[in-house]
Every structure is written in structure tokens, then in C-alpha cells.
């Protein structure tokens, strides 16, 4: 059994910040950012909570596939490492404001693994025959826990909220998730303190464990990378993206990308994408699509997943 998308929302702060304004606080340009990572803006929330915008994403996906009625939803997960409130849980919030009455509800800390995670996680679920319909969230507001004066990672994050509506369909599925709990020093960020980075470690481990990780999935599901449509990777850097691609033979133009316009937002990053592809019709039925998740703990995992 795999997940397939049938709905998809996102909520996007208005408050955009460019490399300009960075280059105001720190000593940065547009053209040095732009050249590292790919990066143009970032959006900031300034006033709503994260469980608010979490909110605001789920009801726009309920509403792209409205011939599920939310009591059909049988779990929410909201996977996030900035949130305001410890509890109640942003996703036991959400089922109250959608009514899904159905539903059970769990938070998912798996920094940018989290949306492949909270997917892996459904599709266990619908395995096991304890779902069919799932509500999947990636909500971040890494302005909060941003280091506004360290040029080397503020220059990176954003803010955003994406959500996915998953349906369980007979198709055969893949996934797999790894962690390196013995290499969390590489990317950390203590209680009421702000994302302390090695950015070069990331670096290299994100060009290294994501091929394989793609690899592995493709195997299991005995898929010809000819036949993967689309390959939705985490957005943290597009010098990362480039690099996946490469080492695994693909072309550029099958790796979807619009870190330009948000920067890194974590766990939100893919659902964002895929709410943007799948808004602009691109994603059409049958789409046959891998996505990857690498980041904190350290973590990473990829899955098949259809339209
Ligand atoms: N503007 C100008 N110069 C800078 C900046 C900046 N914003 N940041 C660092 N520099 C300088 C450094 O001080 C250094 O100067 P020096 O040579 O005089 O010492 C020089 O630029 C090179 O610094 P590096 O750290 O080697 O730069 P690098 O090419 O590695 O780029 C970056 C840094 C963009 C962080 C890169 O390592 C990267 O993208 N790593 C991946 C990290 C990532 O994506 N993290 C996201 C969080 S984790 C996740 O989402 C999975």
C-alpha cells in the first residue's frame, strides 16, 4: 500500500525579507547568498502562531479535495521545530478547527526529515489497515529560532506552513528512514537558544545520504529513475539539490525547487512544494514521485508517493 496526494494547502507569510534587508544585519550580500545557496527571500511571520498557521494549511487542503469530509480523516500529523506552545499539540488544535472528529493526533520533532517521517509514519498506519485518509503538516517559524546576527545561518531560514492530504491506495509502496544520533553536534539548537550550524558537515552529509537514500527507495519499489516524474527534495541549498542530481544521473529540471523565494523551512519545505506544483497542475494523476527529507539528529529518509 502507498499514500497517494489529494489535497494540498500551504499559508505564507506576507512579510518578505530579501538578501538586501540581510545584508543590513549582517555583513552578507545578495550576490554571495545567491551564489552559495540559491536564495532570493524568505518570508517572516511576525503575528500569527504556528499552530495558526498550521491551521490556515490544513483548512486549504481540506478544501482542494472537498469530497473528503474531515470526519474521514483518520490521523493528523503536524511535524515542526518551532512552535509556541508544548500543549496542547498544534495537531489536536487542528483537528478541533477542521473537525475531524475521527482522528487521532501527534506532533512529530524530526527537524527536516519530519514531512517524509510524518508520511513513512501514515503509511505504517495504513498498512496496518488503521487508516485511509491522513492530514500531514509541515509548519516552521525559524525566524524564532534564528541567530539574526550569524551570517554563516541566518542568511537560510524562513518561515511557512504546508500541508498534504494523504489517501491510502493498493499500489505497492517504499520508504526508508535512517538517523546518526552520534552526529548531532553537527546541527543543534538548545532550549530558548537559537540554530547553532556546521554548515559544511550538513553539506557533505545531505550530497551523500540522500542518493542512497533515493537509491534505496527506488530499489524496494523496483522503479527505473526513468519513471520517477518528479524528485522533491528537502530545500535547504541549491548547490545540494544540484549535487543529488547529479550523483544520481538525473536531469536538473526533474528536481522541483523554490528555496529562491522561501529560503530553508524545514520541515515545511516539501509540502510547500509539492503544494505549489500540485496547485499549478503539475503534479497530474498518476504522478509517480520520491520524495527526501535529510537534516537534525542527524536524520534523513525518502518515500514513493503517488497523485
Ligand atoms: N556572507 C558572506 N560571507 C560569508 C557568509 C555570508 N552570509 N557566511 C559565511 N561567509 C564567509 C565565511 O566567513 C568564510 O570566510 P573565510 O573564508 O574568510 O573564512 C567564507 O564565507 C566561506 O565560508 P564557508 O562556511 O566555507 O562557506 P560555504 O561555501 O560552505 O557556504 C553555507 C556556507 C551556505 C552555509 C553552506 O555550507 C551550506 O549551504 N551548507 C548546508 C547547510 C544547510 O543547508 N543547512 C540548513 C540547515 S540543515 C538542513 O536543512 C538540512
Not at 70 to 86: F, L, N, Y
Not at 131 to 145: M, R
Not at 260 to 289: C, F, H, Q, V, W
Amino acid at each position: 500500500m502507498t499514500g497517494r496526494i489529494i489535497g494540498t494547502g500551504a499559508c505564507i507569510p506576507t512579510l518578505v525579507w530579501d538578501n538586501n534587508k540581510l545584508a543590513e544585519m549582517v555583513e552578507t550580500s545578495d550576490e554571495w547568498i545567491r551564489e552559495r545557496t540559491g536564495i532570493a527571500r524568505r518570508h517572516i511571520e511576525k503575528e500569527r502562531t504556528a499552530t495558526e498557521m498550521a491551521i490556515e494549511a490544513a483548512q486549504k487542503a481540506m478544501e482542494s479535495c472537498a469530497e473528503l469530509k474531515a470526519e474521514e480523516i483518520g490521523a493528523i500529523i503536524v511535524c515542526s521545530i518551532a512552535q509556541e506552545e508544548v500543549l496542547p499539540s498544534v495537531s489536536c488544535q487542528v483537528q478541533a478547527a477542521i473537525g475531524a472528529e475521527n482522528a487521532f493526533c501527534f506532533d512529530l520533532k524530526a527537524a527536516c526529515s519530519g514531512f517524509v517521517f510524518a508520511y513513512n509514519t501514515c503509511l505504517a498506519y495504513m498498512n496496518m489497515g488503521l487508516i485511509k485518509n491522513a492530514l500531514i503538516i509541515g509548519v516552521e517559524k525559524l525566524s524564532t529560532i534564528t541567530d539574526w546576527t550569524d551570517r554563516s545561518s541566518c542568511i537560510l531560514f524562513g518561515d511557512g506552513a504546508g500541508a498534504a492530504v494523504i489517501n491510502a491506495c493498493e499500489e505497492e509502496g517504499a520508504m526508508m528512514m535512517k538517523c546518526d544520533g552520534s552526529r548531532g553536534e553537527v546541527l543543534t539548537c538548545p532550549a530558548g537558544s537559537t540554530l547553532l550550524m556546521n554548515g559544511q558537515e550538513v553539506f557533505k552529509f545531505a550530497v551523500r545520504s540522500v542518493p542512497e537514500a533515493i537509491n534505496e527507495v527506488l530499489a524496494k519499489k523496483m522503479l527505473a529513475k526513468e519513471d520517477v516524474d518528479y524528485y522533491i527534495l528537502h530545500q535547504a541549498n541549491r548547490r545540494i539539490v544540484e549535487s543529488v542530481a547529479k550523483r544520481l544521473g538525473e536531469p536538473i529540471e526533474k528536481f522541483p525547487m523554490n528555496l529562491e523565494e522561501y529560503g530553508n523551512t524545514s520541515s515545511a519545505s516539501i509540502p510547500l512544494l509539492l503544494d505549489e506544483l500540485y496547485r499549478s497542475g503539475k503534479l497530474p494523476k498518476g504522478s509517480r514521485l520520491i520524495m527526501a527529507g535529510f537534516g537534525a539528529g542527524l536524520s534523513w529518509g525518502a518515500s514513493y508517493v503517488t497523485v
